[in-house]
């Protein structure tokens, strides 16, 4: 059995991502502004910093990511400079075409790709136009800033083009990931600032620039929220924060839920009420955790204290779907899927009479993509476990797992990476020692 094959009979090609991205039509330019006018009329207030001596030059434009409204402000923020963005490939299903001529270039989630520089600097260098980019590559789960990887700095150095930075406040408090589909009545605010002159990229490392991107980039929705006073009183305020917020911190329960404006756990029966200032409040007992990225980062330290004790593991079924190309979603059927700091990822299953098993080892993910309610299959929390030429779409069965499987994903990047760097120490130590000799 061939790992990381399945068998399509022949009769699936992949998605091609080596093709030359589009130049971004300019009627679509004008359309995707008006459209964007129309869809954040009063709901948006955008500033721009030192933008003056980008007047009419291409430039790399990274954005922080909060919801589909990121999108929108960005062609306001751009326009009437052609843009093109870097966008997943799910987002392409049954409109490739269409989105390509709106100057998107196709890829897949958290995995290597080496045409994408190719692509990126005929956007900046052949078309000259805005190059936009979502260094974190997921919504935001809790409002604060992920994971950004220190490859974005070379990519920067690379492309050696001037680098600005938009940031969306108010965009996660009006639509969080984990509850969507209710918006709640929250204006926005963007800034667009140039961070990064082209002399300012030649000129410093690859450390200083991520200095700069990361500490530009950096936001916090709720300390945002309580900052400017931003009340939202929405009677469904808390529902959906438990798929994030799993773990209870006074049981220890990975079993929390969600109703109205309460989080609650079914095990020891405490509950919190997310009020209207974006704070948590205990409703009886010690409020263990005050605000909802505080709670997040313990969730985080506890899966760390897991992998460290060596007790982490997951296994479990999950109703897959893979996404080898833009046309159609396909069923696998029930799997079985595992996480393990020692063989990664794994999907074990069988399709078209012939078993496979779908392989990404920890040191090739940095991150996960996840959803809470998805909204091309099914609206229910999933996993996205992606190879170069399929993306495998996983719905456990097992409730409140897809952020704990984040964490874990992430935390164990970290370990192999710290692992290794320990392991280049001691061998130069070693090599040192033997020239001593």
């Not at 991107?213 to 900052?227: C, G, H, P, R, S």
């Not at 409703?283 to 060596?310: A, C």
């Not at 020692?342 to 074990?348: Q, Y």
């Not at 970290?414 to 020692?433: D, P, S, W």
Request: glycine letters at 4%; a positive charge; one cysteine or more.
């Amino acid at each position: 059995m061939e790992k990381n094959k399945i068998n399509y009979e022949g009769k699936i090609k992949p998605q091609r991502l080596d093709k030359k991205p589009k130049r971004q039509f300019w009627f679509f330019t004008w359309l995707i502004n008006v459209l964007s006018r129309i869809l954040m009329f009063k709901k948006i207030k955008l500033e721009k910093i030192n933008m003056e001596s980008l007047k009419g030059k291409p430039y790399v434009l990274l954005s922080n990511h909060q919801d589909f409204a990121d999108f929108e402000v960005c062609s306001l923020a751009t326009f009437p400079k052609r843009f093109s963005s870097i966008a997943t490939l799910e987002g392409h299903y049954r409109r490739a075409g269409l989105l390509e001529m709106c100057g998107c270039i196709p890829k897949r989630k958290f995995t290597t790709d080496i045409n994408l520089i190719k692509q990126c600097e005929i956007v900046l260098n052949e078309y000259k136009s805005v190059l936009v980019i979502y260094p974190e590559a997921r919504y935001s789960p809790i409002g604060t800033r992920a994971i950004i990887p220190d490859s974005y700095a070379q990519l920067i150095k690379k492309l050696n083009h001037p680098v600005c930075v938009i940031l969306h406040r108010g965009n996660y408090l009006r639509s969080p990931a984990w509850g969507w589909r209710k918006k709640r009545k929250v204006k926005t605010y963007s800034t667009i600032k140039q961070v990064l002159t082209k002399e300012d990229v030649e000129k410093l490392s690859e450390a200083e620039i991520m200095e700069v991107i990361t500490k530009e980039l950096d936001y916090n929705e709720y300390a945002y929220q309580k900052e400017n006073n931003i009340i939202i009183d929405a009677p469904f305020r808390a529902e959906g924060l438990h798929k994030v917020l799993y773990k209870c911190p006074h049981c220890m329960a990975e079993n929390m839920k969600s109703q109205g404006e309460r989080l609650y756990c079914p095990d020891c029966k405490k509950e919190w009420e997310l009020t209207v200032t974006g704070e948590l409040k205990a409703l009886s007992g010690e409020t263990e955790f005050s605000s909802p990225p505080q709670w997040f980062e313990w969730e985080r330290q506890e899966v760390r204290k897991e992998i460290d004790s060596g007790a982490y593991g997951f296994e479990g079924q999950v109703d897959v779907y893979s996404l080898p190309n833009t046309k159609n979603f396909i069923p696998l059927g029930m799997c079985t899927l595992k996480h393990s700091q020692k063989s990664g990822f794994t999907i074990e299953g069988s399709y078209n009479n012939e078993d496979f098993i779908i392989s990404r080892p920890v040191a090739g993910m940095y991150g996960v993509h996840i959803e809470f309610d998805y909204c091309y299959i099914k609206p229910e929390p999933c996993i996205q476990i992606s190879l170069s030429n399929d993306t495998f779409v996983c719905f456990p069965t097992k409730e409140n797992v897809v952020m704990k499987l984040l964490f874990a994903t992430e935390e164990l990047y970290k370990v192999e990476m710290e692992e290794r760097a320990k392991r280049r120490a001691q061998r130069l130590q070693e090599l040192k020692n033997e020239e001593k000799e």
